[in-house]
């Protein structure tokens, strides 16, 4: 069975306040952003070079915003990637 994760579903409360968050401070593409009735609004964006994106928007999932409780990243180098994140305004401590 050749079996890949594509696409995770994460609740937020505030769509475009998310895309300007995952978009415009850590990098990811904006693949598609749609709205598909008057209930439904679709987001979904990728890490570069990554294979598996996140979803997120109006209508789209039962969870409750605050409920996803991790998402693994990979990267080659964490606290080159955490100095990043911060030269572009995210609160990425160390863990």
């Given at each position: 069975m050749d079996c890949k994760i594509e696409l995770i579903?994460?609740?937020v409360?505030?769509?475009d306040r998310a895309?300007?968050?995952y978009v415009?401070?850590?990098g990811f593409s904006l693949d598609i952003q749609t709205r598909v009735d008057e209930n439904?609004?679709?987001v979904q964006v990728t890490p570069p070079t990554s294979a598996c994106s996140?979803?997120?928007g109006e209508g789209i999932t039962d969870m409750t915003p605050g409920t996803q409780q991790s998402i693994q990243v990979v990267v080659l180098d964490a606290e080159a990637?955490?100095?990043e994140l911060r030269a572009s305004g995210v609160d990425a401590p160390r863990g």
């Open positions: 579903f994460v609740p409360t505030d769509v895309i300007d968050f415009e401070k850590v439904t609004r679709f996140i979803a997120f990637a955490r100095q």
